[in-house]
């Protein structure tokens, strides 16, 4: 199943929904998730938030919580095995084996607390990093994987 297809599945139904771009911005594809969610201002529903989380995603958990959203999308660079760029869904469960930990608490703990908070749906979209070395740029395989997310997810909340 595609990506689009995937997540098109999962947003069935949302009624809110936050995006939270996790990332490292001085560690090259590492900082994919912020690339995302900054493209996505202003083109996605008022329902939608919109968090930059950085590498302290768990200080947005109030946040979060505050907006009561039915479904939680984290975005960050993961470790799956395809190759640069490749993205897919990863659940919960599955994150401590995939997920770079550029993060101070583990993103699977992340997950939890939201989960516990707000009873939301929790997914992670993962991207295949190339290069998360420290004061590298975003490599071209991945920027162009942002932009492709970044319209598909566009795509979607707006025709829902």
Known sequence: MKLKEKLESWLRGYSKLVILGVGNPLRG????????????????????????????????IRKIELFAPSHVLLIDAAHFGGNPGDADLISPEQIIGVVIST???PLYL????????????????????????????????VKEATENIARTIVEILNNT
């Open 29 to 60: 594809d590492d900082a994919l998730g912020i690339k995302i969610v900054r493209l996505l201002r202003g083109k996605v529903p008022r329902r939608v938030l919109l968090i930059e989380g950085g590498s302290v995603p768990e200080n947005f």
């Open 103 to 105: 993060h101070t608490i």
């Open 110 to 141: 992340t997950t939890e607390l939201i989960r516990e908070f707000t009873g939301a749906k929790i997914m992670l979209l993962g991207v295949q990093p190339k290069n998360v070395s420290l004061g590298e740029e975003i490599s071209p395989e």
